[in-house]
């Protein structure tokens, strides 16, 4: 069928062009984007122009601004220049269906399914779905195109005069209801999803236009910001698109199957359609044409009718028959064209939102969607066409992959089938839970039963020892004891499951020839949980023993043994750091393996070598010991780090160092490791371990040494080991060792990391990432919470995150033993509890006897109980058809934390405060607990004070979480990296190039809706930001941010930082109050994942202020600087260095007023908190000198122009005065800042901080610690682009380096000349440090503090470094300074 393959991606000429370019992008399937949409994908100097072709308006806002700037971005024309230089396209002309012609831009190398999905993407051409394509080539030969043919293969189009015609094809059942889909799919906007950036650019525009006069920018609390988070839930969620009606209906027709003798005239379906104009009429759909049949009533009359209508195409015969329709579907095509292309691509994996519409919108009928819902059910193809998985995913593993080409053919490939992969089994996963589809072993206990349905094998993830917990409580056994190893047997039932999935993702990643995994999904549902798994062939049929060729199926007892199947596996062991090592089996023969014992080889009946069961791929965690954590294995991310620090460390022994420097010298190679896990964009798991192998490639000094660091994956383990006891003993004690390096090195470093604030976790999603990219299990979590007691914003966010996973585990127990119509009572009474409500559902005995595993967990933490019916047997599926009441009417708040209490303390060894219910954030736990289970509330405004905060109407829907292992792109991955090392060096062309060629790759592999898509645009337009390119760069952050919502949530840390990199971006070009609109959808977003108190807040608070300074709003500037530095002393401490930020900006801002003796306060605050973290050699220490010496010196001068009797410039200091006067407040901060903090408690911080790390290059926070290498590349992007000759401002103004003093004298003092000497030589350094610390704010938006002074240059490094880069004050500061 046509267009469901879609590979490529159109890039048009304009609104009124008939000109598509095919570019090396491509869309996910059934991505359709409009040929007249501009995408900005290729390489080029489009990237940098600040005009885009139709785009979105939140484009187009810029254009004035940019029209202003001389956009210096020539420097990066020779690096596009180069990607481009690649990729040459050739125009085809095209004759469609209609009669009508376009022209593509072809590649030879396109396949022909690229080319279908341009044409599907044209407006043009969008409604043809059934067609031959036929070329005529310049000899005047004719080809017919195959689509699974290259271009290349058929005809030369290099040499020009080609054409292609559509030629309409034969309909048939599946195509002619695929045809008809399509057409639905077009007539709904539903598909298009706007940013809400681009509806504020709209607004900005609208009002710009109608605007006489200059409007006045609001202040930031008019825009909804941060006073009441539940009030603004209701903003989160953007307005839906208004639908553009074009007809009233298209359903199949009740005339429906054609009758034989029809069917043998060609009929293949009946339509009803009813128009806008209320006429009726009943469609044919034929071989050859769709055509008005003269049917009336309940007859059919097959015969055409009068006047005869026929048309190849649906949407053609209803514009023939309907002029509302004609008029509707160019609205339609218009509206989707005029939005940004991204806008118009559909995400394959979309993630669950939290909130819903409130009020909730109507339910109107619609008979299309009802059709799908039975057609399409469960994740089945149309007309019950099952797709052979296994087949496809291994037959797409075996595509060559020797060139660049063929590598992104073959990862496009495996990328689509998982996808689609992980969606059937997503809805297959529902049918399971939901009970429509039948277990293949229906007389085995529900809680075993497994299922298969399209070609795909569930079953539920419980443990084989579950079965046996009835007999502790027959046998007399303690109630709560029973409780407690019940509980542990689940919980290594979701260990086990999360374990095989990483497992199966890190074989898949080793890429071994002849090794192959089968493709896997988690889905959590309703409180089950089911695992997904395609089916090896021949596995359920004939017998099984035969096909076992390597490892156990009896825990050992028996070990099989393959000689070929073992080469492959030791060959996938050199890349897990898994050593081959021999075991013993249960009849003390031994084996010789390179896996856990407990794995299995098997071979298929298509002769391919399977490798299952991979829960311990990495050694098990000798800190944790004991039955109840067998499944407590090290994360790979850690084991690829301490095999490089053993690496370091032999290879400074080979050398003869010393054992310091050995230990120093492992810690920092270490380090880099773990840094370059972390700096990689996260994959769709959150998990970061995609880039062990390049942090060995690019961090590890002796790969040969690496490469011999093996742990042994069956030590520490019930399995008995084969050898010698010296070589068992080394084993065992490498593994202990391993663990001992997460205690005493990995947790101190992310610790000292969270202070450094090089980390900065924001909600429990970002805080696991972190600390998975750190190699730490989130079982540590209560280790965490304990060491960062000193960082109360941290230590809360550990306290929260425990609360809700172990409140998750609770909730779905009380999910699965509910009864279907009480689920929305089950939640809601439940959040109820959760906030400390207890609400009476019913009558005392209204649980009556039904006895679960929930309320056995709930009493047997209170009170022994007595014994339950021995007929009671868990329930995992299905029984909750035969209860009679449901169990969650039995819990109280009382008795829900004293179980969430005793699970943390199970589960995490950390025991919760007693104020924790008083801590919690409880907009933010609910969102997390909601994001975890599933749970999609109402986004209204919440009491969560009153007696009942939620309601059954509140819960809107339950939805499936799913964990998967969809691949990723290592090519484009290495490009980014290499892109960062480029930037790091200063090297903007060749930066720029790398980040565009990773960008080009990911759009054929993924398309753009992806997470490592964004990625490349926020680098990007980090490099744009450099070159002086603003308009581009706010055109890279928008696509970053419409990609984040789409793919990582509205709400999700990345997307805040998107609004507020945008915000900045605005800002430098004048545009302040569509800036400040995106602070406060900034602030909103950050108060939800992190409530009030966290650092990026504060350093917002900063941003904005910045931006009122220099709007001269003076008095809202000075508030949100006192309310940043409350947050940073209260947060990180007295002497930190965000809080030295504060002080400087609260210094610039005092300078600006005139009041010279507050800004000598407070920047000698700022000085004494330096030279405590830095020293006084510091460069950034000095500089805060000199901004002392200038405070002093206009001080003087001031004074000796009073004593000369001149007139003396008082009114802004008069100014100041009169907002100290108005908010008393202020100044009681001013005279704390003023006094010299020799009371501070929070020497613990600064003791752990490494002061390498603090300022310049590490300065500013950042977000979840993925952005550090980069950040510290931005941090000396200036100071090497000013030696290659690319010094350039922001607005890519050429400057010369002028002394930061100088300027601020010249500009500041209004043509005064102070007789004070200029700073040192250090100064061209300073100005070039200073911007590149600018490029954390452009990297992250708030990730850093900045604070913006009132002159060109001159602030010290790492302190002046916010909106001070952007320039956004050079028109007023230079006509000033010319008066």
Same mark, same amino acid.
């Given at each position: 069928?046509?267009?469901?393959?879609?590979?490529?991606?159109?890039?048009?000429?304009?609104?009124?062009?008939?000109?598509?370019?095919?570019?090396?992008?491509?869309?996910?399937?059934?991505?359709?984007?409009?040929?007249?949409?501009?995408?900005?994908? /290729?390489?080029?100097?489009?990237?940098?122009?600040?005009?885009?072709?139709?785009?979105?308006?939140?484009?187009?806002?810029?254009?004035?601004?940019?029209?202003?700037?001389? +956009?210096?971005?020539?420097?990066?024309?020779?690096?596009? /220049?180069?990607?481009?230089?690649?990729?040459?396209?050739?125009?085809?002309?095209?004759?469609?269906?209609?009669?009508?012609?376009?022209?593509?831009?072809?590649?030879?190398?396109?396949?022909?399914?690229?080319?279908?999905?341009?044409?599907?993407?044209?407006?043009?051409?969008?409604?043809?779905?059934?067609?031959?394509?036929?070329?005529?080539?310049?000899?005047?030969?004719?080809?017919?195109?195959?689509?699974?043919?290259?271009?290349?293969?058929?005809?030369?189009?290099?040499?020009?005069?080609?054409? =292609?015609?559509?030629?309409?094809?034969?309909?048939?059942?599946?195509?002619?209801?695929?045809?008809?889909?399509?057409?639905?799919?077009?007539?709904?906007? *539903?598909?298009?999803?706007?940013?809400?950036?681009?509806?504020?650019?709209?607004?900005?525009?609208?009002?710009?236009?109608?605007?006489?006069?200059?409007?006045?920018?609001?202040?930031?609390?008019?825009?909804?910001?941060?006073?009441?988070?539940?009030?603004?839930?209701?903003? =989160?969620?953007?307005? *839906?698109?208004?639908?553009?009606?074009?007809?009233?209906?298209i359903v199949f027709s009740s005339f429906n199957p054609a009758p034989g003798h029809r069917r043998l005239a060609g009929d293949l379906i009946y339509l009803d359609v009813v128009t806008l104009e209320e006429h009726q009429y009943c469609i044919t759909g034929s071989t050859k044409v769709f055509y008005v049949n003269s049917s009336i009533g309940n007859m059919l009359d097959p015969t055409p009718g009068k006047p005869a209508y026929e048309a190849t195409t649906v949407i053609g015969l209803l514009q023939k028959i309907s002029s509302k329709f004609k008029k509707g579907f160019r609205e339609i095509l218009n509206r989707k064209a005029s939005a940004h292309p991204f806008e118009n691509v559909q995400s394959l994996l979309p993630p669950n939102p939290w909130l819903g519409v409130y009020p909730i919108p109507e339910h109107k009928r619609d008979a299309a969607r009802a059709e799908d819902a039975l057609v399409l059910s469960y994740g089945s193809e149309l007309i019950g066409m099952q797709r052979d998985w296994n087949e496809e995913l291994q037959s797409c593993r075996e595509f060559p992959h020797n060139t660049q080409q063929e590598r992104i053919l073959r990862d496009r490939a495996l990328y689509k089938v998982t996808c689609d992969f992980v969606d059937a089994a997503t809805n297959g996963a529902v049918g399971v839970i939901n009970r429509c589809i039948p277990p293949i072993n229906p007389t085995d206990p529900e809680r075993f039963h497994m299922y298969v349905h399209n070609n795909i094998f569930f079953s539920f993830a419980v443990d084989s020892d579950v079965g046996q917990m009835e007999k502790y409580y027959i046998s007399g056994v303690s109630p709560g004891r029973a409780m407690e190893?019940?509980?542990?047997?689940?919980?290594?039932?979701?260990?086990?499951?999360?374990?095989?999935?990483?497992?199966?993702?890190?074989?898949?990643?080793?890429?071994?020839?002849?090794? %192959?995994?089968?493709?896997?999904?988690?889905?959590?549902?309703?409180?089950?949980? @089911? +695992?997904?798994?395609?089916?090896?062939?021949?596995?359920?049929?004939?017998?099984?023993?035969?096909s076992l060729l390597y490892g156990s199926v009896d825990n050992g007892r028996k070990i099989c043994w393959d000689e070929a199947f073992h080469a492959k596996v030791v060959e996938a062991a050199k890349h897990l750091h898994l050593k081959e090592h021999t075991v013993l089996d249960g009849s003390g023969n031994a084996v010789k393996l390179a896996a856990p014992v407990e794995c299995k080889g098997i071979i298929g009946s298509d002769d391919r070598h399977y490798l299952l069961d991979l829960m311990r791929v990495t050694p098990r965690d000798a800190n944790y010991s004991g039955p109840g954590?067998?499944?407590?294995?090290?994360?790979?991310?850690?084991?690829?780090?301490?095999?490089?620090?053993?690496?370091?460390?032999?290879?400074?022994?080979?050398?003869?160092?010393?054992?310091?420097?050995?230990?120093?010298?492992?810690?920092?190679? +270490?380090?880099?490791?773990?840094?370059?896990?972390?700096?990689?964009?996260?994959?769709?798991?959150?998990?970061a371990g995609d880039d062990k192998s390049e942090a060995i490639e690019s961090h590890d000094p002796a790969p040969f040494l690496t490469e011999e660091i093996y742990l042994n994956p069956n030590v520490l383990t019930e399995f008995k080991l084969a050898g010698n006891e010296d070589e068992i003993a080394e084993d065992e004690a490498i593994v202990r060792k391993a663990a001992l390096y997460l205690i005493e090195t990995v947790l101190p470093k992310f610790i000292q990391d969270l202070c450094s604030l090089e980390v900065s976790p924001m909600d429990g999603q970002t805080l696991t990432e972190a600390l998975h990219a750190h190699g730490?299990?989130?079982?540590?979590?209560?280790?965490?919470?304990?060491?960062?007691?000193?960082?109360?914003?941290?230590?809360?966010?550990?306290?929260?995150?425990? +609360? @809700?996973?172990?409140?998750?585990?609770?909730?779905?127990?009380?999910?699965?033993?509910?009864?279907? %119509?009480?689920?929305?009572?089950?939640?809601?009474?439940?959040?109820?509890c959760f906030l400390r409500h207890d609400v009476p559902v019913g009558s005392k005995n209204s649980a009556g006897n039904v006895r679960s595993k929930t309320q056995k967990k709930d009493q047997g933490f209170q009170q022994p109980v007595g014994t339950p019916s021995k007929g009671h047997k868990k329930s995992n599926h299905g029984a909750s058809s035969r209860k009679t009441q449901s169990v969650y009417m039995s819990i109280t708040s009382e008795l829900l934390w004293s179980n969430i209490q005793e699970?943390?303390?199970? /589960?995490?060894?950390?025991?919760?405060?007693?104020?924790? /219910?008083?801590?919690?954030?409880?907009?933010?736990?609910?969102?997390?607990?909601?994001?975890?289970?599933?749970?999609?509330?109402?986004?209204?405004?919440?009491?969560?004070?009153?007696?009942?905060?939620?309601?059954?109407?509140?819960?809107?829907?339950?939805?499936?979480?799913?964990?998967?292992?969809?691949?990723?792109?290592?090519?484009?991955?290495?490009?980014?990296?290499?892109?960062?090392?480029?930037?790091?060096?200063?090297?903007?062309?060749?930066?720029?190039?790398?980040?565009?060629?990773?960008?080009?790759?990911?759009?054929?592999?993924?398309?753009?809706?992806?997470?490592?898509?964004?990625?490349?645009?926020?680098?990007l337009a980090m490099v744009l930001y450099h070159a002086g390119d603003m308009a581009g760069a706010i055109m890279q952050q928008h696509k970053e941010l419409i990609i984040n919502e789409r793919c990582l949530g509205l709400d999700h840390p990345d997307t805040a930082h998107s609004y507020g990199n945008m915000a900045?971006?605005?800002?430098?070009?004048?545009?302040?109050?569509?800036?400040?609109?995106?602070?406060?959808?900034?602030?909103?977003?950050?108060?939800?994942?992190?409530?009030?108190?966290?650092?990026?807040?504060?350093?917002?608070?900063?941003?904005?202020?910045?931006?009122?300074?220099?709007?001269?709003?003076?008095?809202?500037?000075?508030?949100?600087?006192?309310?940043?530095?409350?947050?940073?002393?209260?947060? =990180?401490?007295?002497?930190?260095?965000?809080?030295?930020?504060?002080?400087?900006?609260?210094?610039?801002?005092?300078?600006?007023?005139?009041?010279y003796k507050l800004s000598l306060?407070?920047?000698?605050?700022?000085?004494?908190? =330096?030279?405590?973290?830095?020293?006084?050699?510091?460069?950034?220490?000095?500089?805060?000198?000199?901004?002392?010496?200038?405070?002093?010196?206009?001080?003087?001068?001031?004074?000796?122009?009073?004593?000369?009797?001149?007139?003396?410039?008082?009114?802004?200091?008069?100014?100041?005065?009169?907002?100290?006067?108005?908010?008393?407040?202020?100044?009681?901060?001013?005279?704390?800042?003023?006094?010299?903090?020799?009371?501070?408690?929070?020497?613990?911080?600064?003791?752990?901080?490494?002061?390498?790390?603090?300022?310049?290059?590490?300065?500013?926070?950042?977000?979840?610690?993925?952005?550090?290498r980069a950040a510290r590349a931005a941090a000396e992007v200036r100071k090497k682009a000013a030696a290659r000759g690319l010094l350039v401002r922001p607005h890519g103004v050429p400057v010369q380096a002028t002394p930061p003093l100088t300027q601020f004298l010249n500009i500041i003092n209004l043509g005064a000349n102070p007789e004070a000497s200029s700073p040192n030589d250090e100064s061209d350094e300073t100005q070039v440090d200073k911007n590149g610390q600018a490029s954390n704010v452009g990297e992250k938006d708030n990730s850093g503090s900045s604070s913006s002074v009132c002159e060109d240059g001159g602030a010290p490094v790492g302190l002046g470094a916010g909106l001070s880069s952007l320039d956004s004050k050079k028109a007023k500061v230079k006509s000033k300074s010319t008066a």
């Open positions: 069928m046509a267009g469901k393959s879609g590979r490529g991606k159109n890039k048009g000429k304009g609104p009124n062009s008939t000109q598509i370019n095919s570019t090396r992008d491509a869309n996910a399937t059934d991505s359709h984007v409009n040929s007249n949409e501009a995408s900005d994908v /290729k390489a080029g100097n489009e990237e940098s122009c600040p005009v885009v072709e139709n785009a979105s308006s939140a484009d187009e806002a810029v254009d004035s601004k940019a029209q202003e700037t001389n +956009v210096n971005a020539a420097a990066l024309s020779n690096g596009p /220049k180069q990607a481009d230089s690649d990729i040459h396209l050739y125009p085809v002309s095209v004759k469609t269906q209609s009669g009508e012609k376009l022209e593509l831009q072809l590649n030879p190398g396109d396949s022909v399914m690229d080319l279908r999905q341009f044409l599907l993407d044209a407006p043009e051409t969008c409604f043809f779905t059934c067609y031959d394509l036929i070329m005529h080539a310049k000899d005047g030969s004719i080809h017919h195109l195959e689509d699974y043919n290259e271009i290349s293969e058929v005809v030369d189009i290099t040499t020009g005069g080609c054409s =292609l015609e559509m030629v309409a094809a034969l309909y048939d059942d599946r195509s002619i209801r695929s045809h008809v889909r399509r057409a639905r799919e077009l007539l709904c906007l *539903s598909s298009l999803h706007s940013s809400l950036s681009t509806a504020l650019a709209l607004q900005h525009e609208a009002k710009q236009q109608t605007a006489s006069e200059k409007v006045e920018v609001p202040e930031l609390e008019g825009l909804g910001f941060m006073e009441d988070i539940t009030g603004s839930l209701g903003n =989160l969620i953007p307005a *839906s698109s208004q639908e553009i009606e074009c007809v009233e209906s190893q019940m509980i542990d047997s689940e919980q290594a039932t979701y260990a086990s499951a999360n374990n095989d999935l990483k497992g199966t993702k890190a074989y898949q990643e080793a890429d071994v020839r002849g090794l %192959h995994n089968l493709a896997m999904a988690i889905i959590d549902y309703r409180g089950h949980r @089911v +695992v997904a798994q395609s089916i090896i062939p021949g596995i359920l049929q004939g017998d099984k023993s035969d954590f067998r499944f407590c294995v090290l994360r790979p991310e850690l084991v690829v780090a301490f095999c490089q620090a053993e690496a370091a460390e032999k290879l400074k022994s080979a050398n003869g160092k010393d054992g310091k420097d050995t230990v120093e010298s492992g810690l920092v190679d +270490v380090n880099g490791a773990v840094k370059g896990a972390e700096v990689a964009p996260l994959n769709s798991e959150g998990m730490i299990n989130v079982r540590y979590i209560g280790k965490v919470a304990e060491m960062t007691k000193h960082l109360p914003h941290i230590s809360d966010l550990c306290i929260a995150e425990i +609360v @809700v996973r172990s409140a998750k585990h609770i909730l779905e127990d009380v999910l699965r033993d509910t009864i279907d %119509h009480d689920l929305g009572s089950a939640v809601a009474h439940f959040f109820n699970f943390a303390k199970m /589960k995490y060894q950390f025991s919760l405060p007693e104020d924790t /219910k008083l801590r919690i954030k409880k907009v933010s736990v609910i969102r997390n607990l909601c994001q975890k289970v599933g749970v999609a509330i109402a986004a209204r405004k919440y009491d969560l004070d009153a007696a009942v905060p939620f309601h059954n109407s509140d819960i809107l829907n339950l939805q499936p979480v799913v964990k998967h292992s969809v691949p990723v792109c290592s090519e484009a991955r290495d490009l980014v990296e290499t892109g960062k090392v480029r930037l790091a060096e200063g090297m903007l062309n060749e930066a720029y190039s790398s980040f565009t060629e990773a960008f080009s790759i990911l759009q054929q592999v993924t398309g753009p809706m992806h997470r490592e898509v964004a990625n490349c645009c926020r680098y900045l971006f605005y800002h430098g070009l004048n545009q302040t109050e569509l800036a400040l609109r995106h602070m406060a959808r900034t602030l909103l977003l950050l108060s939800l994942s992190s409530g009030p108190d966290h650092p990026d807040v504060a350093a917002t608070f900063i941003n904005v202020a910045m931006m009122y300074q220099d709007m001269g709003k003076m008095n809202i500037a000075l508030r949100y600087l006192q309310e940043a530095l409350k947050k940073n002393e209260r947060l =990180l401490g007295q002497d930190h260095i965000q809080t030295a930020v504060c002080y400087h900006a609260l210094a610039i801002a005092f300078n600006c007023m005139g009041a306060q407070h920047e000698r605050k700022t000085y004494d908190i =330096l030279v405590k973290q830095l020293g006084e050699e510091d460069s950034r220490t000095r500089d805060s000198e000199n901004w002392i010496k200038t405070f002093k010196m206009r001080d003087l001068q001031v004074n000796a122009q009073k004593q000369k009797g001149r007139a003396v410039n008082a009114a802004s200091a008069q100014k100041a005065f009169d907002i100290l006067k108005a908010h008393p407040d202020l100044i009681q901060a001013f005279q704390a800042a003023a006094s010299v903090g020799s009371n501070n408690t929070r020497d613990g911080i600064n003791k752990s901080i490494n002061a390498t790390a603090l300022m310049g290059e590490t300065t500013l926070p950042r977000g979840r610690g993925i952005d550090e």
